[in-house]
């Protein structure tokens, strides 16, 4: 509103033409994203359609701007409306909660897509702001995708450690015992390292990194606990030494 009262003000002709056209403006762009989005439930059917935004801004620039005064930073007004078009259409995928426990990898795809979306508004040559709010909309949501990164480590975890038996149930033998577990265990989160890093970056992944390495210390922990108990009791001895690996 404070925008739009800015414009009328240096403009000389009927002020409340000007606050209509900005109205109309406002209302043909809205209508234009529901059109476009009618019936899409699924946020990549989404997102795959939002492309449109890029050529639509395209022709703005082209062929309405040259028909404006620059005091009316007409381009300016599209590209801000264009933007909260986007975000009430992407916020509410982001607040379906129910949604994301069933599938937190939502979260991910829609940070990489706002990632390549803005960065070929760039290359179209828009200097466009960020999707700030939207951005804070996934980090708040992130926890979702963290606990779900979580869980994954902890099922492979518990399924590797019972498959590796020779550790997992040690005789009361002095002797070294060779065991696989620890380079499952890089293999598996390399996997997911390699995934991860080229969807996300900066304090993103760096939050992912915590969740992986605070889940094998509480793992390291219990588990070198539960050896130590089994020997103890069963041979007394109260000193082993573990190596660990990779």
Same mark, same amino acid.
């Given at each position: 509103a404070v925008k739009v009262v800015q414009r009328q003000e240096v403009y000389s002709g009927n002020d409340t033409s000007v606050a209509d056209m900005w109205t109309s403006i406002q209302n043909g762009i809205r209508e234009r994203f529901d059109k476009k989005l009618n019936g899409l439930q699924e946020v990549d059917q989404v997102v795959e359609k939002i492309a449109f935004c890029v050529e639509d801004l395209l022709i703005v620039f082209e062929l309405l701007v040259p028909l404006f005064p620059e005091t009316f930073a007409i381009f300016s007004f599209y590209e801000t409306q264009y933007k909260v078009q986007i975000e009430q259409k992407i916020v509410p995928f982001i607040q379906d909660i129910?949604?994301?426990?069933?599938?937190?990898?939502?979260?991910?795809?829609? !940070?990489?897509?706002?990632?390549? *979306?803005?960065?070929?508004?760039?290359? /179209?040559?828009?200097?466009?702001?960020h999707f700030e709010s939207l951005r804070d909309q996934?980090?708040?949501?992130?926890? !979702?995708?963290?606990n779900h990164l979580k869980s994954l480590l902890v099922e492979f975890l518990d399924r590797a450690q019972k498959l590796? /038996?020779?550790? !997992? @149930?040690?005789?009361?033998?002095?002797?070294? *015992?060779?065991?696989?577990?620890?380079?499952?265990? /890089?293999?598996f989160l390399n996997q997911q390292?390699?995934?991860?890093?080229? @969807?996300?970056?900066?304090?993103?992944?760096?939050?992912?990194?915590?969740?992986?390495?605070? @889940?094998? @210390?509480?793992?390291?922990?219990? !588990?070198?606990?539960?050896?130590?108990?089994?020997?103890r009791k069963e041979t007394g001895l109260a000193l082993m030494v573990i190596v660990i690996n990779n």
């Open positions: 129910d949604k994301l426990k069933e599938n937190p990898g939502i979260l991910i795809f829609l !940070y990489n897509w706002l990632e390549g *979306y803005e960065k070929l508004l760039l290359r /179209a040559g828009f200097a466009i702001n996934l980090k708040k949501s992130m926890p !979702y995708f963290e590796d /038996a020779a550790l !997992y @149930q040690p005789e009361p033998v002095f002797h070294a *015992y060779k065991t696989n577990l620890p380079d499952d265990i /890089a293999l390292i390699q995934f991860l890093s080229s @969807q996300v970056t900066g304090e993103t992944l760096l939050r992912f990194f915590s969740v992986w390495l605070t @889940q094998l @210390q509480t793992f390291v922990a219990n !588990y070198s606990k539960g050896i130590i108990e089994f020997v």
